[in-house]
């Protein structure tokens, strides 16, 4: 047991220094047996941070990612963290301003994570084989404003969009690229 240890521990350091050393843009912890996050990677990163645009941390053993992942790494443009026992995300996901695809399949989400209907560069949300009961559907509307539709929605006259409960009336939304919105098991 504490040999496999070891070794996934000794893995871990050497994509984080291969990460480091070759100043690539990219960080892939996948299936690593994470817990959590390694808090030393942010030290042994600091000089790359602002580089690293993807990560990989699916197929770990992860229960959350922390606000302090989110906010040191502030440039991603990709996040995959399919696969782990994710049923949130901080609210700091939201000052990722650069973002633009999150693959959270194969998580625990009860429902649709509301900080990324903010993320304003976001274009893919994967949500593949979470607990999702109700259906979703995030759009951007005229205006560009990204919203979600289709949660707990109220009845609306023939012919208007659905909203959800609480939500002002806005300019019919459209897509933001079509499956960009995945969601529950497959059928």
Known sequence: ???????????????????????????????????????????????????????????????????????TFSQLRELNLAGNYLHRLPEEITSLLHLRAIDLSRNRFRRFPEPLATVPSLETIDLEENEIAAPCCLCRGADGEVGVHGIAAE??????PRRPRGAAARP????????????GAHP
Do not use: W
């Not at 299936?31 to 959590?36: A, G, Q, R, V």
């Not at 009845?155 to 208007?160: D, E, F, I, K, L």
């Not at 939304?173 to 919105?181: I, Q």
């Open 1 to 71: 047991m504490q040999k496999r240890m070891g070794e996934a521990v000794a893995r871990v350091a050497r994509k984080v220094n291969d990460t480091v050393e070759n100043k690539t843009d990219s960080l892939d912890l996948a299936n690593c047996k994470l817990m959590t996050f390694p808090v030393g990677i942010y030290k042994a990163m600091r000089s790359v941070t602002e580089g690293i645009h993807r990560i990989s941390l699916a197929n770990n053993e992860l229960k959350s990612i922390t606000s302090r992942f989110v906010t």
């Open 155 to 160: 009845p609306q006259p023939a012919g208007q």
């Open 172 to 183: 019919a939304p459209r897509p933001l690229r079509p499956a960009a919105v995945t969601r």
